[in-house]
């Protein structure tokens, strides 16, 4: 993915990441964009790498395609878990999801 395709804020790319612990399930993040989202065996959601692997690793994020930045921010805003956090790459600062300033 170029950086013209990534999402950005104020021009800026975006990287979203979901924490584990506080996932419930619900799938609503895979609804909203299954490119970026998949519920695994576990029954918790995770973002998907550029070859839609699974990024399982505790932290791990993936970049926002541009595209999808609305669905992605829906998801963290609709997410019943509040686990799905939306930051800047430059300096890591969440524009959206439960910390955002």
Aim: charged share 30%; net charge negative; aromatic share 4%.
């Amino acid at each position: 993915m170029t950086v013209q395709q990534e999402a950005g804020v104020g021009g800026e790319a975006l990287e979203v990441w979901i924490d584990q612990d506080l996932c419930t399930g619900d799938g609503i993040c895979a609804q909203y964009a299954p490119e970026v989202f998949e519920l695994d065996i576990d029954g918790l959601a995770y973002v998907k790498g550029a070859d839609d692997e699974l990024l399982q690793e505790k932290g791990a994020a993936t970049p926002v395609p541009l595209p999808l930045l609305t669905d992605v921010i829906d998801s963290a805003r609709e997410c019943p878990g509040e686990c799905i956090h939306v930051r800047r790459v430059s300096d890591r600062a969440e524009v959206y999801g439960p910390d955002a300033e």
